[in-house]
């Protein structure tokens, strides 16, 4: 397994990776300020404010060389905070840094120079909140291939119970500023999966605030791109389309 260290909760060192109870705090103190107006991710949806996840904020560089050479004071632990804030007039990505920890009494926007700042709502990684919205294309475009899947790589996703084939996503999601096209390629649901990808992926369009805007926009299977998951079947069919056959490991 992977090594591991022991951190003290009640005094972790500068370095240390931050505690649950200052996590905890950090969430209580972030969603009490009523300015920022965050819901908490239980309550969240995905048109909501929320905390997408917090790290260690590192000291500067002269704060922990003074502690770590001339016996200097512990650099202050201060956390940085990722929002997603969908709610806002104009959607964005948020980060603010927050401190001192355990017991934050301040925020400020974090804002490193050489990136954009704010992040722009677009380019921020999907979570779960998103996923499940993406699920039923995802599930439908399955269903609808569900016999070419069946025939062509002895496994399926679609009411699968066995031989289930699972998916991955990839990114970059465009390849020009402001979009999110995002590829799902699909393999066999073994161990390792990953080495074992079969000839089948779907684009999806889910740049829209209105995930009922959302559209699977091409299909590529065996080599092959088609418009939509009807195209593939119609020239499955006819015979216009190039068949796969994967053995069965």
């Known amino acids: ?24 705090t950090v969430r209580e103190y972030l969603q009490a300020e009523a300015a920022l107006d965050i819901t908490p991710w239980e309550q969240a949806s995905f048109h909501d404010n929320y905390i997408y996840g917090m ?16 016996n200097g004071p512990l650099p202050e632990r201060q956390a940085v905070v990722t929002v997603y804030a969908a709610d806002r007039t104009q959607p964005v990505v948020e980060q603010y840094v927050v ?6 009494t301040r925020h400020s926007p974090y804002a490193p120079a050489g990136r954009k700042n704010p992040i722009p709502w677009h380019a921020r990684a999907p979570d779960a909140k998103e996923y499940a919205l993406l699920m039923p294309l995802i599930l439908l475009a399955t269903e609808e291939t569900h016999r070419i899947l069946q025939e062509s790589y ?9 031989r289930c084939l699972t998916f991955g996503d990839t990114a970059p999601r465009g390849f020009s500023s402001g979009e999110r096209r ?10 390792g999966a990953f080495l074992h990808p ?15 805007h959302w559209l699977i926009e091409r299909v590529y299977y065996n080599g092959q791109y088609f418009a939509s998951t009807a195209e593939l079947v119609r020239g499955y069919d006819d015979g216009t389309a190039r068949k796969a056959q994967l053995p069965v490991p």
């Open 1 to 24: 397994g992977m090594a591991t260290e022991d951190v003290d909760e009640a005094s972790p060192g500068m370095y240390n990776d931050l505690t649950a109870e200052e996590m905890r």
């Open 55 to 70: 790290e260690l904020h590192l000291p500067p560089k002269s704060e922990a060389l003074a502690y770590l050479d001339t």
């Open 99 to 104: 401190g001192p920890l355990s017991n934050p």
């Open 154 to 162: 002895g496994y399926t996703l679609h009411n699968c119970t066995s």
């Open 182 to 191: 995002t590829w799902f390629r699909f393999m066999r649901d073994v161990e």
């Open 198 to 212: 079969v000839g089948f992926m779907i684009q999806i369009n889910h740049l829209s605030m209105d995930p009922t």
